[in-house]
């Protein structure tokens, strides 16, 4: 243990003397430890955890060797000694021997029910060989009845060398079957020939729809390739998900993410450029508030609805409140600006490297982007902007400037997701604007092979995943996942943040933007508590707060500080162990 742990271990001790006799909380956590009062009257912990090194997120106390919990709370937190008056004969003792403690994991950017439904479809993540590709769309075909729709995605084509897939791969075997396989980011789609027929997608089809492109051969012959919002084609024709699928897949997605240490997220649904803004109320209605009602619900979910639906969202809340249950909470409402880096749709100020005719597409315009967003925010709901060219993001920050000019000034952590690539400059007016940047460090994985070819060497060192410069300029960072775009693994995102090392590469990307150990669990735990509204309830392991907490394997902080590697041992919710 290292020299910080023992200092802090040592304060704690003395500040628990203090702070616990004081302590007072809502019900039913109202208790002053006091000598006038029977033993009887204290509230006894069901659980302490003892002998690790717990890491709080709390910056009061960072470091705690012990902690008290009742009633899915944090009771008390400190010092093994400083917790005995907690301690009664029916308390449970769980001896951590020296092992790591963190708060539950918070990832702020999941598609919850399309992750849970990806992990029932063709997986096409890490493909690398064109016949790999098309082996597994085969195989998924010859396993369904004629006329069923074969779906799936994860597919990067950067991973086999550039080459775009077109329907000519899959229609020899799959003449019977139409076929969509969305791309790794889910901003471009490939659909086989059947499914662009029933689409009505043709050599003769009309212009490409706003926002989105459908790509064609140089002698005007679909490829089968559908960018942003020319998905929308082919999507309406996919008959709709089941609710017992939709149920089903939520389920899948919470063994996981509990398997993973992630006791909440932050889920944006199934909206997406092209799709229908009414899918993120149906699964609100049909599989969240179910699995709430029903007791099933095993993470946190806070949820954000489409932009274009804010008056309902803001209904909503008036009725309700921001919390259905401890479970289930209303985040905000969410648009597009841009495509994105590998779909060459993400909005930028300069060309394409690659494409010197292409600038990227811009998914709304500002004027709507900004009327939308004033209404939503004058009715106190958080808007969040997802933005990754740099000129995306300059024209998000400029409607939140007008927003703020147009509503007054509160409190309204507006957040940008992704941030990925930013205009010089643009790091500053985060911090000033005190604007979250909810941002996925292993797209940096995917992108750090590309990004020079796309945009140049010296546009990519410049404005990439500005992890460090975003937080030196005093932003708040929250960390996430995209999950299904990218794998729900917030201690993978941790050493990527931390490493910046892609793979197949001997040296990190730009280590300048290497974030710390603190600085990387911090975003992944309070500050994205406090990018939704949650971190008086949520983030730290702090008294009052509820008890998500998760067990590392690693018993030592230091060589978890340099190497950032570690499994997770036991996820608990509420205090109790949810995985394994």
Same mark, same amino acid.
């Given at each position: 243990m290292n020299l910080v742990v023992i200092l802090s271990a040592s304060i704690a001790l003395g500040l628990a003397v203090l702070y616990l006799p004081l302590l007072k909380l809502s019900p039913p956590f109202d208790f002053r430890l006091s000598s006038s009062k029977s033993a009887n009257q204290v509230p006894f912990a069901e659980l302490v955890l003892k002998n690790g090194v717990i890491f709080t997120s709390d910056s009061s106390l960072p470091f705690a060797d012990s902690m008290a919990v009742r009633n899915g709370r944090i009771l008390g937190v400190g010092n093994y000694s400083s917790l005995q008056g907690l301690i009664g004969n029916d308390t449970q003792e769980l001896n951590l021997q020296g092992k790591v403690v963190i708060p539950g994991f918070i990832d702020s950017h999941v598609h919850f029910i399309p992750g849970g439904l990806q992990m029932a479809r063709v997986e096409l993540r890490g493909v690398n060989q064109k016949a790999e590709f098309i082996n597994r769309v085969k195989e998924a075909v010859t396993k369904l009845p004629q006329g069923s729709w074969v779906l799936g995605g994860g597919w990067n084509n950067d991973l086999w060398g550039g080459e775009l897939p077109m329907a000519s791969w899959m229609d020899d075997f799959s003449s019977e079957n139409p076929v969509w396989l969305t791309r790794m980011d889910g901003h471009m789609g490939l659909a086989n020939s059947l499914a662009l027929k029933l689409a009505g997608i043709s050599s003769d089809s009309s212009e490409d729809p706003i926002g989105g492109t459908v790509m064609k051969t140089a002698l005007g012959e679909p490829t089968g390739l559908l960018i942003d919002a020319a998905m929308k084609l082919v999507v309406t024709s996919i008959p709709e998900v089941s609710v017992t699928e939709r149920r089903e897949a939520l389920l899948r997605a919470t063994g996981l993410a509990l398997r993973r240490g992630v006791t909440t997220v932050v889920d944006f649904g199934r909206y997406f450029p092209g799709g229908s803004p009414e899918d993120p109320w149906e699964d609100f209605a049909d599989v969240y508030q179910w699995a709430d009602y029903s007791g099933k619900l095993r993470t946190r979910m806070c949820l954000f609805f489409p932009l274009e639906t804010w008056s309902r969202v803001a209904d909503f809340v008036k009725k309700s409140g921001r919390a259905l249950s401890d479970w289930v909470y209303l985040g905000g409402v969410k648009a597009f600006a841009d495509g994105s880096l590998g779909s060459n749709s993400a909005l930028f +100020?300069?060309?394409?490297?690659?494409?010197? #005719? @292409?600038? *990227?597409?811009?998914?709304?315009?500002?004027?709507?982007?900004?009327?939308?967003?004033?209404?939503?925010?004058?009715?106190?709901? #958080?808007?969040?902007? +997802?933005?990754? *060219?740099?000129?995306?993001?300059?024209?998000?920050?400029?409607?939140?400037?007008?927003?703020?000019?147009? @509503?007054?000034?509160?409190?309204?952590?507006?957040?940008?997701?992704?941030? #990925?690539?930013?205009?010089? /400059?643009?790091?500053?007016?985060? /911090?000033?604007?005190? $604007?979250?940047?909810? $941002?996925?460090?292993? +797209?940096?994985l995917d992108d750090a092979g590309t990004a020079a070819k796309k945009l140049g060497t010296e546009r990519a060192m410049r404005g990439s995943y500005l992890f460090h410069s975003l937080l030196a300029s005093n932003a708040q960072l929250a960390l996430g996942s995209d999950w299904p775009v990218a794998n729900i693994n917030p201690l993978g995102s941790i050493r990527t943040a931390m490493k910046r090392v892609p793979p197949d590469w001997g040296s990190a990307w730009n280590p300048a933007e290497c974030l710390s150990l603190t600085d990387s669990l911090i975003a992944h735990t309070i500050s994205a508590a406090r990018a939704c509204f949650l971190e008086d309830k949520l983030g730290s392991l702090s008294p009052g707060k509820l008890a998500d907490f998760v067990i590392l394997s690693i018993d030592s902080w230091d060589d978890f500080a340099a190497e950032g590697s570690a499994s997770v041992e036991a996820t608990y919710i509420a205090g109790v162990k949810a995985y394994p």
């Open positions: +100020h300069e060309p394409y490297f690659d494409e010197p #005719q @292409n600038y *990227g597409l811009q998914l709304i315009d500002m004027e709507s982007l900004f009327d939308m967003t004033a209404a939503a925010d004058k009715l106190g709901l #958080q808007v969040a902007v +997802h933005a990754i *060219g740099d000129k995306a993001n300059d024209m998000v920050l400029e409607v939140y400037d007008s927003v703020v000019s147009a @509503n007054g000034k509160r409190d309204r952590r507006f957040r940008i997701e992704h941030a #990925q690539h930013l205009a010089p /400059g643009t790091v500053d007016l985060f /911090g000033e604007r005190q $604007v979250f940047a909810s $941002v996925q460090p292993d +797209h940096l």
